[in-house]
């Protein structure tokens, strides 16, 4: 098992439309590709209370490659990426790394 995590900083005031963004369409998406989510999290105390932090659990770079493609094409992501973003961005800027556990890792 690997995990990406992605970190997502929002345009200022914009957190409350990604967030509904993940709740109303992203996550039933992902269910539709065999995306599994491992975890989100929005940042309390850190460099920006404006970060959005989410680990995907993948079983190798080669499912990551097949499945996030598939849902980065999808018609009904796209749909739902412009509609959320009609009154502008919503992601000023993204980041994200593929983790391997190491042997003593309580996450495999």
Request: aromatic content about 12%; some cysteine.
């Amino acid at each position: 098992m690997i995990y990406e995590l992605r970190v997502y900083r929002c345009v200022p005031n914009r957190m409350p439309a990604l967030l509904k963004r993940f709740e109303t369409a992203t996550l039933r998406i992902w269910e539709k590709h065999g995306i599994r989510q491992a975890g989100f999290w929005t940042t309390m105390i850190g460099e920006s209370n404006q970060d959005l932090t989410y680990l995907l659990a993948w079983e190798s770079l080669a499912e990551r490659e097949k499945k996030w493609s598939a849902f980065v094409s999808d018609p009904e992501w796209l749909a739902a990426r412009d509609a959320s973003e009609k009154d502008g961005p919503i992601v000023a800027t993204f980041s994200n790394s593929i983790l391997q556990p190491t042997s003593f890792s309580n996450v495999r």
